[in-house]
């Protein structure tokens, strides 16, 4: 397909709260990809970074910060910040770059570091922001993700027991990828004797923030049959689409959703509408993926997600878990890297790490964790102010 | 109770009476309803209309969905001491198309609630200050109607 690019090289600095400078974790994970990817730092033209909006200037501008903290060497800089799409977005960057013939190889990294205590707003009385006015009517993060779980609840019978065989499911595999942050199998006793936090949402059906870095090594297809990497994993596409007027859900630091009241508009699912225009760029559908790594930050949302990407028809996806379906050695894998509830939150990594991830199940080098006989593997991710992305990777 | 005034909480976000609105905005062009009120630009990609009137938003809709706070929010929530969790509900309003969300009333848990029950928009404190006390749009079953137990 003249659209895909291919990716040679993948690196992570493993998730964790190291409390180190974020360019250490992208130099890291960038120097890995490198050594995957078998070429020199030289041979970059074009660095494509993810934004951390948490680390002052050096994060606004983190492409030449990793091009810095390499070394300079003349290649060009990118810098993306999407929130949690930011990764994607980096790419998508890259992608033009090498599809426009302007670049052969380019280098797409993004690292964070978890700030200390809140994320609270600016004080004052600042009615215009929504942010403030959410959480000065008491309305946090976890209040969104309990609304999605709790509707879930109530419209398809999940159950609290559901949402903790998510976690348990994931901590299985987490335990066993070496760059995740939490690596211990849970039990579903451990996260019903964890703090409720927002019902139905205990401490544990919810991700944490971490440090980490996330790189990736893409090329044009020539240039990976040239340096005799021809089968290398491909992008096949890359959404980065923005919601579509009337936005259904509320979300995120809004206090209301869109009015759908007008003639000719309807209220359409933000989340479910990113994957569509993957599915459609890659001429792939959803019974062709392999392995889905999705963006579970509650427990619940997974379930959202396997329905937002069609793997199961909505309402089901609690069942296919029940079933073992959504499990490694299922139908349909999901998280088998063990997800945000194994790594926490890194923003401007995590999307890359997604993709790291479904590079190595591609290549068969994901050891305890691999799914057998990988052939397409798809990634779905939501941030604040109608960011989000999916990314499908294929042999 | 203190004696001391009542305010709202935001100030021109709702009415102050006994069956109290959100005051929205909306579009002359296309007739789309805002909360918060917008009044500089129309976010239908069909309309670029810049003309908006301030309607009282219906003060009745049905639970999209619901949950509740166990921990205090960080500032700028001001918690009452000690910290009482408090359940919060999207509710859909049906003329709008659009779902709210906002603390339920005091004493309310969500063990009494339910995705498409009933519920209407009342003021209850939010948090008091020197000079007055900061009320704010609260959702309440309309069942619970008949006997209000505890109001603004």
């Known amino acids: 397909m003249d659209n895909e690019i291919a990716i040679i090289g993948a690196g992570m600095h493993p998730w964790g709260k190291w409390g180190h400078n974020f360019v250490q974790y992208g130099v890291a994970a960038a120097r890995e990809a490198l050594a995957d990817a078998g070429i020199s730092w030289r041979d970059i033209r074009f660095v494509s970074g993810g934004a951390t909006v948490r680390c002052g200037y050096p994060g606004y501008v983190a492409g030449a910060t990793f091009a810095q903290a390499l070394g300079w060497q003349g290649a060009e800089v990118n810098t993306s910040y999407a929130a949690c799409a930011s990764g994607s977005q980096a790419l998508a960057a890259a992608r033009n770059k090498i599809l426009s013939g302007e670049c052969e190889v380019a280098l797409v990294v993004g690292a964070d570091t978890t700030p200390k205590g809140f994320l609270a707003p600016a004080g004052g009385y600042r009615p215009e922001d929504p942010d403030w006015v959410r959480f000065y009517l008491g309305i946090t993060n976890p209040t969104y993700f309990a609304l999605y779980a709790r509707r879930r609840m109530d419209l398809y019978g999940d159950t609290l027991e559901d949402f903790a065989a998510v976690k348990v499911k994931n901590s299985r595999v987490g335990a066993k990828n070496p760059r995740a942050r939490y690596r211990k199998c849970f039990t579903a006793e451990d996260v019903a004797a964890s703090a409720m936090v927002a019902d139905p949402l205990r401490l544990m059906d919810i991700c944490a923030t971490s440090d980490g870095g996330a790189a990736l090594i893409v090329c044009s297809l020539d240039y990976a049959r040239r340096i005799g990497k021809a089968d290398a994993p491909r992008v096949a596409a890359i959404s980065t689409v923005t919601p579509t007027f009337a936005s259904a859900v509320v979300e995120m630091p809004d206090i209301a959703t869109d009015s759908a009241a007008a003639a000719g508009v309807e209220a359409v699912s933000y989340r479910s509408s990113i994957p569509l225009k993957a599915y459609e760029e890659a001429g792939i559908g959803p019974g062709d993926v392999s392995l889905a790594e999705v963006y579970d930050l509650s427990t619940a949302l997974e379930l959202d997600w396997i329905e937002d990407l069609q793997l199961t028809p909505r309402g089901e996806a609690a069942a296919w878990l029940r079933r073992g379906d959504t499990a490694l050695g299922g139908r349909i894998p999901v998280n088998v890297s063990g997800g945000l509830a194994c790594f926490g939150e890194a923003v401007p990594a995590q999307a890359l790490a997604q993709v790291c991830e479904l590079t190595w199940q591609l290549r068969g080098q994901a050891g305890d964790r691999q799914v057998k006989g990988a052939k397409v593997g798809i990634t779905a991710n939501q941030g604040l102010f109608g960011h989000g992305s999916s990314v499908i990777v294929k042999k | ?152």
């Open chain 2, 1 to 152: 109770m203190s004696d001391k005034p009542l305010a709202p909480a935001i100030e021109g976000w709702h009415t102050m009476a006994d069956e109290p609105h959100l005051i929205g905005s909306q579009c002359t062009g296309c007739d789309t309803y805002f909360f918060p009120p917008q009044k500089q630009y129309c976010r239908n990609p069909g309309c670029d209309s810049t003309d908006f009137r301030e309607v009282e938003l219906s003060r009745t809709g049905r639970i999209w969905s619901y949950t509740n706070a166990c921990y205090k929010p960080p500032a700028p929530y001001v918690a009452a001491e000690p910290f009482e969790p408090y359940a919060i509900a999207a509710v859909q309003l049906e003329r709008e198309q659009m779902t709210v969300l906002g603390q339920v009333v005091s004493g309310v848990t969500v063990a009494e609630l339910k995705v498409g029950m009933p519920m209407e928009l009342v003021l209850e404190t939010l948090h008091e200050t020197d000079d007055d006390i900061k009320v704010t749009w609260k959702w309440r079953p309309l069942a619970a109607a008949a006997n209000p137990a505890k109001g603004a």
